[in-house]
C-alpha cells in the first residue's frame, strides 16, 4: 500500500512541474509580398505581367510549344517588419489558386540570386496566362529589369536547391510549410537586406496543362494575397531554464543566471520539458537498493509460501 501512495505521490509531483511550466515566447509577423511577377516563357523576352492580379506557375498548353512555361517571382521586406538581430525560428508561405485544372503538380520554391523588378504591364484581364506587354523595369523570361538589364540564364537566376515543394491540384489555398530552407533565407534576408532578392517559383515544366495561377498582391481580397508568416525570438529572450531538481521554467537569460539556472536558449519551450532529471544523491542510492531487496525478498518468500507442498 505504502509502495503505491509513494508512486501515486511521485506522479503527482511530476505533474506539477509540467503543468507549472510555460513555454518559451515567440513572436509572429505575417507579410503580404513588396513585389511580384511572372516570367514567360518567350525567345522576344517582353511579356510581363507586373501590376496584374494572378501569376502562373507550370506549363500551359499554349502554341507555340516552345514557349509554354510560366514561372512566379516575389519578395518581401523581412528587415522593414523584424527587429535587428532576432533568430528566425520558422518562416511558411501560402498562396490562394485562383485558377487551373485539378491535375496534381509539385510546385517548389528556390531563392533568387538578383534583383528583378515589378512595373505596369497587366495581361489580358489581370491575370492573363498569355502576358502583357512588358514596361520598363518589368522583369520578363530575359531581362530581370525590362530595357535595361539581362538575367544571366533565361528564365530567372536562382539557387538551384529548392527550399520547400508543395503538391498543388484544385482551386483553394496552399501552405509551403517551414523548412530549414526557407528559415535559412528569411533569416539572411533579415541579417543582409541587400541580398534579399525573394524567391522564385517553380513547377512540373515537363507536363504540360498544368499550370496554376495564384493571385497576386494587387487581387482586392487581402485574405486571398500571398501570405509570409514568420516566427521569431529575441536573443536573450524568454526560454527554458533547467534546474538541478530537473524542473523547467520560461526566463530570460539574465534571470535564468541569476537564479543558478541553465539558459537552455530563446524560445526553447518547457514543454515538453528539456531538462536532465535530477541524479540522486549517494544515501538516496542506498535508500533505492534496500527498497529493491525488501520488494525482491518479499517476492521469494511469497512465491515459497505459494507453492504446492511436495510431501
Avoid at 503505491?4 to 513572436?27: E, F, K, N, Y
Avoid at 538575367?151 to 498543388?168: E, I, K, L, Q, Y
Avoid at 529572450?237 to 520560461?250: E, K, L, R, W
Wanted: aromatic share 8%; charged share 15%.
Amino acid at each position: 500500500m505504502r509502495s503505491d501512495q509513494i508512486r501515486l505521490g511521485a506522479v503527482m509531483a511530476c505533474a506539477v512541474v509540467t503543468l507549472a511550466v510555460t513555454p518559451g515566447s515567440g513572436q509572429s509577423v505575417t507579410l503580404e509580398p513588396t513585389k511580384d511577377n511572372t516570367l514567360y516563357e518567350s525567345a522576344a523576352g517582353n511579356l510581363s505581367n507586373g501590376s496584374g492580379t494572378g501569376f502562373f506557375v507550370g506549363r500551359t498548353n499554349q502554341i507555340p510549344a516552345d514557349g509554354p512555361l510560366r514561372r512566379a517571382l516575389l519578395a518581401f521586406d523581412v528587415a522593414g517588419n523584424v527587429p535587428a538581430g532576432a533568430v528566425i525560428t520558422s518562416a511558411s508561405l501560402q498562396l490562394r489558386q485562383s485558377q487551373g485544372t485539378s491535375f496534381a503538380n509539385d510546385i517548389s520554391i528556390f531563392r533568387v540570386l538578383v534583383d528583378w523588378g515589378e512595373a505596369g504591364s497587366v495581361s489580358a484581364g489581370g491575370g492573363g496566362g498569355m502576358g502583357g506587354a512588358a514596361q520598363t523595369g518589368d522583369a520578363t523570361w530575359t531581362s530581370n529589369f525590362f530595357g535595361s538589364s539581362l538575367w544571366a540564364s533565361t528564365g530567372g537566376d536562382f539557387d538551384p536547391v529548392a527550399r520547400a515543394t508543395t503538391t498543388v491540384a484544385d482551386v483553394g489555398f496552399y501552405t509551403w510549410a517551414s523548412t530549414p530552407g526557407l528559415v535559412a533565407d528569411v533569416q539572411a534576408w533579415l541579417d543582409t537586406p541587400a541580398g534579399n532578392f525573394g524567391w522564385i517559383l517553380i513547377g512540373e515544366e515537363g507536363l504540360a496543362g498544368r499550370a496554376k495561377r495564384f493571385a497576386t498582391r494587387e487581387v482586392g481580397d487581402p485574405a486571398s494575397r500571398p501570405l509570409l508568416t514568420i516566427d521569431y525570438v529575441m536573443p536573450g529572450g524568454p526560454g527554458a531554464c533547467c534546474f538541478g531538481d530537473g524542473s523547467c521554467q520560461s526566463l530570460d537569460e539574465a534571470n535564468c543566471d541569476s537564479m543558478m539556472g541553465d539558459y537552455q536558449g530563446p524560445g526553447v519551450s518547457c514543454l515538453p520539458n528539456p531538462c536532465p532529471p535530477p541524479v540522486p544523491a549517494a544515501s538516496t542510492w542506498g535508500t533505492i537498493v534496500m527498497s529493491l531487496l525488501v520488494v525482491c525478498a518479499g517476492t521469494l518468500v511469497f512465491r515459497r509460501n505459494a507453492m504446492p507442498s511436495l510431501n
